[in-house]
């Protein structure tokens, strides 16, 4: 059991045992007590008990049945119109295990392609008396609206702070790890509310003899926010060979990438005690650097023009 992956291991079992959601842990669980279930559509973002929540309904609808009775399919990796076509309808023509249906649970539903997605309304009309399926997805905007419309839609929120440090020190209980208090904030701005994300850099954290602060950031090769905040502020204050060497020493000695840090110098501009109007161009410039970055840039060049162009805002 020492070697099993966390998110694994510490995945709850039970409606009642799912971190926070409660606006669809209730609904779920009166269906439960009426045996049946309609077709669902699971949208939000990762980390938060989607595929959780379907696992959990399954084993209390289906008991000891359930894994005759339940399907998982990623659609991410199986995103064409064939995967409908066979994989989920020759599941869906079997027939139901000690159950009068079964759920088939198509993960990252949003991948389907518009052919794909077309095919699988018909399924679902097809065998709607056996059949229920559960669609989990990131963005429902891409799921086609004949599907949506033959679907209760359950938005999941983003988990956050004092809901993942609970879910952590659980853990932290379970494995007698020795971690500091401050610790559970840093990988829940980390994690960003992905409890996947959080209990991921915790096991990798495990090995240190007492988690603290400064080794979480050395174990996920993040930029740490006084880092940041310092080349933010010798930039502004005009100092742009300081700035430059707080920004090679990012991107050299601690091997972080160009995107990493303009993540997160975004995230933290908002933290400043600037005036809205300098967050304002701030925000203006790192968008359009971020852009230059994604359309394949040199990270060094863009970045240093980011801080000369904050160097301008800064003498405004």
């Known amino acids: 059991m020492s070697s099993q992956v966390w998110t694994e291991k510490y995945r709850p079992e039970k409606l009642n045992e799912i971190i926070n959601q409660s606006h669809v842990v209730e609904r779920l669980r009166s ?64 027939k139901p295990l000690g159950s009068d249906f079964k759920i088939i649970f198509l993960d990252e539903s949003d991948s389907l392609t518009p052919e794909a997605q077309q095919a699988l309304r018909r399924t679902m009309e097809k065998f709607s008396d056996v059949c229920r399926f559960i669609l989990s ?41 020795k971690i500091k208090d401050d610790v559970y904030a840093t990988i829940h701005d980390l994690s960003e509310g992905d ?22 950031y050395q174990i996920v090769s993040q930029v740490r926010p006084e880092d940041v905040d310092q080349m933010i502020r010798l930039a502004l204050d005009g100092d742009f060979s300081g700035a430059r ?49 994604n359309q394949g840039a040199t990270p060094e060049v863009q970045l240093e023009a980011m801080l000369a162009q904050f160097m301008k805002v800064g003498s405004q």
């Open 31 to 94: 269906w439960v007590k009426e045996g049946s279930v309609p077709n669902m559509l699971f949208a939000g973002p990762a980390g938060v008990g989607k595929t959780t929540a379907a696992l959990c309904l399954a084993r209390e609808i289906f008991g000891e049945h359930w894994r005759e009775n339940f399907q998982e399919t990623n659609a991410s990796d199986q995103r064409g119109i064939d995967v409908v076509r066979g994989k989920i309808k020759n599941f869906a023509m079997t």
């Open 137 to 177: 997805c990131n963005y429902s905007s891409r799921i086609i609206e004949a599907i949506q419309s033959r679907c209760s839609v359950f938005r999941f929120k983003r988990l956050g702070s004092n809901d993942v440090e609970k879910y952590l020190k659980h853990i932290v209980s379970k494995e007698s790890l």
């Open 195 to 216: 409890l996947r994300k959080a209990t991921n850099i915790l096991q990798a954290c495990s090995t240190l003899d007492k988690i603290d602060r400064e080794g979480v």
């Open 245 to 293: 060497k707080k920004l090679y020493d990012l991107l050299i000695s601690k091997a972080l990438s160009g995107e990493d840090i303009l993540k997160a110098v975004h995230s933290h501009v908002f933290k400043t005690d600037l005036d809205e109007k300098k967050k304002l161009s701030l925000v203006e410039i790192l968008g359009e650097y971020e852009f230059r970055l």
